[in-house]
């Protein structure tokens, strides 16, 4: 019996020897696909199997036409409760769509949280608020979520500013990816708004400059002329 026990625990054993080769063998082989195809999400720090398991529920990432859709298929966004027109609460997250992106992103968000000090910062304001660890991971995978759309999205590696030059405008269409020159600044817009809406004030304030000019025109002649 004893001979029967040890034969089947070398048997596990080496069953469980051979998994792990495989294992590694697959995760070499992800590695290296990974690195070919150049996915920015590399930028974040993150291992080559969470890079391809975002890949392979995100892509192609233009069926998303926000961030706040990409957020809502990876069941991160809040799910809210209403009743009537007296109560609209926000609870847990929803929950919806694919469980493996958003176990992948939770994963990743232990990453960004201690490699990014944009995420940490994050994390340590919830915990500040009352919120206990998992929760506050929950809240840095939301945020997450919009940066790897961002990403996927510009094809461009993650920066804590994001560039200001020029912005990539997503083509559904075509699917393609075209630049367009950045809106007009908004600080401009308000000085024109403000400079049109004070134009009949200024023509007012004018026209009584002229008018008390000309008054005083007229009474000084005639005391001269006295």
Not at 59 to 76: E, K, M, N, T, W
Not at 114 to 143: D, E, T
Request: charged share 25%; proline share 4%; aromatic share 8%.
């Amino acid at each position: 019996a004893e001979d029967v026990s040890n034969r089947q625990l070398v048997l596990v054993f080496d069953c469980l020897a051979t998994l792990r080769e495989q294992i590694a063998a697959i995760e070499d082989e992800l590695d290296l696909r990974m690195q070919k195809i150049g996915s920015p999400l590399f930028s974040l720090g993150i291992t080559a199997n969470l890079v391809a398991v975002i890949h392979a529920e995100s892509d192609p990432i233009r069926d998303f036409c926000s961030a706040d859709q990409y957020v809502a298929y990876a069941g991160l966004d809040p799910s809210s409760y209403k009743s009537g027109d007296t109560i609209d609460r926000r609870g847990k997250i929803s929950k919806r769509g694919s469980p493996t992106l958003r176990r992948a992103l939770y994963l990743a968000a232990f990453v960004v949280s201690r490699k990014h000090a944009c995420f940490h910062r994050i994390y340590q304001k919830h915990r500040r608020r009352g919120k206990n660890h998992c929760n506050a991971l929950v809240i840095v995978a939301r945020n997450l979520a919009r940066v790897v759309w961002r990403l996927l999205t510009d094809g461009r590696e993650f920066s804590k500013r994001p560039p200001q030059n020029t912005f990539l405008h997503v083509n559904h269409a075509e699917g393609q990816l075209n630049s367009q020159i950045p809106p007009t600044n908004t600080k401009f817009k308000n000085m024109e708004k403000f400079a049109i809406d004070s134009l009949p004030h200024l023509l007012f304030i004018v026209g009584l400059s002229l008018l008390f000019t000309r008054d005083v025109n007229v009474y000084g002649n005639s005391s001269l002329a006295v």
